[in-house]
């Protein structure tokens, strides 16, 4: 069957704006934590029992209740919107009008793909249109939204939207440089490659405020 070319560039956009969200179902949050931690403590088991593993043995036998709290309360706990941080924003008394650039900022997150660490850094940038907001959140939302399995594509845009909705500009930039565990401990084994993806909006379009951009993060 031929698919024309407008055709198959909508069913592309299409699948492209929804892959911004995490897929969850409609009844993700149905469940209470106590509740997921319960259930996922019974199917771990059910993994290391079919591994062979003794859950008798003294060092086994609380970690499939150790990895279901870490899943729901830890690293999965971008999920429950419930979690996300309250940005603290502050009125621009100086009237600082200029890029302000947070470096470094460390992203713990996981592939979808394979339930295993994706570990790197972040950088974000943004103008402020006359509200600033702490420091310590730019890496809160960093945090959230790596909380989740991720893939590093969707992680970057999920970080610039949530800053664009925290301070209300579309002039942010977000650049991720990540290691992936699935690339260096199994499958190709490479050790030494970095994914790096980026997501520049409004005014970090233009070249020159890009271009300065990542002077600032080098
Ligand atoms: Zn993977």
Redesign the pocket.
């Known amino acids: 069957m031929e698919i024309s070319n407008q055709e198959s560039t909508e069913a592309y956009l299409g699948d492209f704006a929804s892959a911004l969200d995490t897929p969850l179902r409609a009844d993700a949050l149905e469940l209470d934590d106590d509740t997921k931690i319960e259930l996922i403590q019974k199917h771990f088991a059910g993994i290391m029992d079919i591994l062979g593993l003794d859950l008798n043995d003294d060092s086994l036998k609380d970690t499939p209740k150790r990895v279901a709290k870490m899943y729901v309360k830890e690293i999965f706990s971008g999920l429950n919107p419930a979690n996300k941080p309250v940005p603290t924003l502050f009125k621009n008394p100086f009237n600082y009008n200029q890029m302000l650039v947070e470096r470094n900022i460390s992203v713990y997150s996981n592939?979808?793909?394979?339930f295993?660490p994706i570990v790197g850094k972040a950088h974000v940038a943004y103008i402020s249109n006359g509200q600033v907001i702490g420091l310590s959140k730019l890496n809160r939302i960093v945090q959230y939204c790596s909380q989740r399995p991720q893939i590093q594509e969707r992680l970057t845009v999920q970080i610039a939207n949530a800053i664009k909705e925290a301070l209300g500009t579309e002039d942010v930039a977000v650049i991720v440089d990540a290691h992936?565990h699935?690339?260096s401990s199994r499958g190709i084994r490479d050790v030494n490659s970095s994914t790096l993806t980026a997501e520049y909006c409004g005014r970090f379009l233009k070249p020159d405020v890009k271009n300065e951009f990542l002077k600032y993060i080098g």
């Open positions: 592939c979808e793909h394979h295993v992936h699935c690339v």
